[in-house]
């Protein structure tokens, strides 16, 4: 039975990958990842160049991206037989299918949609550096300090929901961010967080850039906003 492994590509940088993420790629036969149709893709522009020559391509074209929220039961409903498709596909390939995934895989990674639905056993999973590693790296000071609680949020939660746990924590990261900035952007004012702020976008890439997020009006969805921890220190 073939194997299905995915490769987390890191943050964006391709000298980022792992030595055993490398090594995968360049031995790929067939190489599958996501991307929006008439788009290249996030994963396949970060390893422009390295995928070989006579390597099989399957681009696995989402049927929805942003155009519908998240909470809307049409976005459960085209995302299920989407994933239901490539897992089956994926898992009858006649020879080992390399996945690409930005970042690591298992965090907030598509993949783990299709990892769910294929059998145990045939799946090899290659962590990555996650984005937002590349991203508070980029701001060039550390994200936490001795005891200091680090909360991850995805920008799509209710702005309340957001305030609360933006202020009950010492350092964050907060992800997906996109049309979401009015509402994050709120929610870190009304949480007394917003000068503290910062927003990188691209981290690790050529278009890196990096602003404090209360200059900002608008971010792609792929951006990451930090507030950085003040904690313990000798």
Not at 142 to 151: A, H, K, M, N, S
Not at 159 to 164: G, I, M, Y
Not at 174 to 189: F, H, Q, S, T, W
Request: charge should be negative; charged fraction near 25%.
């Amino acid at each position: 039975m073939a194997k299905v492994i995915c490769i987390g590509l890191g943050p964006g940088d391709p000298d980022l990958m792992s030595v055993k993420a490398h090594r995968l790629l360049a031995g790929a036969r067939i190489v599958a990842y996501f991307r929006k149709a008439g788009r290249p893709g996030q994963a396949r522009r970060m390893v422009a160049g390295l995928i070989p020559e006579d390597a099989q391509e399957w681009p696995m074209e989402y049927p929805v991206t942003t155009e519908i929220p998240f909470d809307d039961p049409a976005y459960n409903a085209a995302l299920a037989p989407f994933y239901d498709h490539w897992a089956a596909r994926l898992a009858t390939a006649p020879e080992d299918v390399v996945v690409l995934c930005e970042g690591d895989p298992f965090f907030y990674g598509s993949f783990m949609h299709l990892h769910a639905r294929l059998p145990e056993g045939q799946v090899e999973v290659v962590p990555g550096i996650p984005g937002m590693v590349g991203c508070w790296t980029a701001t060039g000071r550390p994200i936490t300090w001795g005891d200091d609680v680090l909360t991850v949020l995805p920008a799509t939660l209710p702005q309340a929901e957001l305030a609360r746990r933006i202020a009950d924590t010492d350092a964050l990261v907060v992800m997906k961010i996109g049309r979401n900035l009015p509402r994050l952007r709120a929610a870190l004012e009304q949480a007394g967080r917003l000068d503290d702020a910062w927003l990188v976008e691209h981290g690790t890439m050529p278009g890196e850039r990096v602003r404090r997020l209360a200059e900002v009006t608008e971010a792609p969805y792929f951006s990451i906003a930090l507030v950085h921890g003040r904690g313990r220190r000798p």
